[in-house]
C-alpha cells in the first residue's frame, strides 16, 4: 500500500524558514517523481513543486521560484521541502504528492499546516 | 498558464441521482504525443484529495464504475450515476499537459 506521511510545518513569522519532509512507502520511491502541492485555507489546491525521480531536475511556480527548495533522499524514502522568505500568502495546507507523468499526482499525504503569521 | 475552469461551483443532488460537472480549459489539452492529461480528484471533508479519474476517461485503481469522464481539446466532463453519501465533497479537475499544472477552482457536490 502505498504511503505518504508528511512531517513538520507550523507557526512561522513572515521572513522566517521551515523545513518539512515526507516519508514514503509501498513503491519504489527512486522511480517516481514527486511533489509538494498546496491549498489555503478555504481555497482550492495549487501545484508548488515537482522534483524529477533522481533529483536532478527540479520545477518551481513562479511564486516560490528562489524561495522554495525541493529535495529528496532516495536512500531514506523521503521528500523534502525547504521554505524560505516566507510570505502571509504561504499560509496553506501542504500535501506531499507522487507525481506520475501519465496519471498526474496519483497518491498523496496527509497534508502538514503552515500558518506564516507575527 | 492554462486557466481550468470549473462549472458548476456547487452542485445540489440526491442520494441516488446523477451528477456532471464540467471543466474547460483555456487552450487545447492535447499533448504532442497525443495524450491527453486532465484528470479528476475528489477531496471529501477534511480529507486530502484522491485520484478518481487520470487522462480524461481511466478510473483510478478502486474507483467504482459510477465515475465516468469523458471530452477531448478543451471541454471535459466527469459524471456521477447513483450518488452515494461517500461521493460528496469537492471535485478538481487538473491538467498536467501544460506546464505548470493547473487545477479548476473547485466542484463542492452536496445533498440536495
Known amino acids: 500500500e502505498v504511503q505518504l506521511v508528511e512531517s513538520g510545518g507550523g507557526l512561522v513569522q513572515p521572513g522566517r524558514s521551515l523545513k518539512f519532509s515526507c516519508a514514503a512507502s509501498g513503491f519504489t520511491f527512486s522511480d517516481y517523481a514527486m511533489a509538494w502541492v498546496r491549498q489555503a485555507p478555504k481555497k482550492g489546491l495549487e501545484w508548488v513543486a515537482t522534483?524529477?525521480?533522481?533529483?536532478?531536475?527540479?520545477y518551481y511556480r513562479d511564486s516560490v521560484k528562489g524561495r522554495f527548495t525541493i529535495s529528496r533522499d532516495n536512500a531514506k524514502s523521503t521528500l523534502y521541502l525547504q521554505m524560505d522568505s516566507l510570505r502571509s500568502e504561504d499560509t496553506a495546507t501542504y500535501y506531499c504528492?507522487?507525481?506520475?507523468?501519465?496519471?498526474?499526482?496519483?497518491?498523496w499525504g496527509q497534508g502538514v499546516m503552515v500558518t506564516v503569521s507575527s | 498558464d492554462v486557466v481550468m475552469t470549473q462549472t458548476p461551483v456547487s452542485l445540489p443532488v440526491s442520494l441516488g441521482g446523477q451528477a456532471s460537472i464540467s471543466c474547460r480549459s483555456s487552450?487545447?489539452?492535447?499533448?504532442?504525443?497525443?495524450?491527453?492529461?486532465l484528470h479528476w480528484y475528489l477531496q471529501k471533508p477534511g480529507q486530502s484529495p484522491q485520484l478518481l479519474i487520470y487522462?480524461?476517461?481511466n478510473r483510478f485503481s478502486g474507483v467504482p464504475d459510477r465515475f465516468s469522464g469523458s471530452g477531448s481539446g478543451t471541454d471535459f466532463t466527469l459524471k456521477i450515476s447513483r450518488v452515494e453519501p461517500e461521493d460528496l465533497g469537492d471535485y478538481y479537475c487538473l491538467q498536467s499537459t501544460h506546464f505548470p499544472p493547473t487545477f479548476g477552482a473547485g466542484t463542492k457536490l452536496e445533498l440536495k
Open positions: 487552450q487545447s489539452l492535447v499533448h504532442s504525443n497525443g495524450n491527453t492529461y
Open positions: 504528492a507522487r507525481h506520475d507523468y501519465y496519471s498526474g499526482f496519483d497518491y
Open positions: 487522462r480524461v476517461s
Open positions: 522534483i524529477i525521480y533522481d533529483g536532478s531536475s527540479t
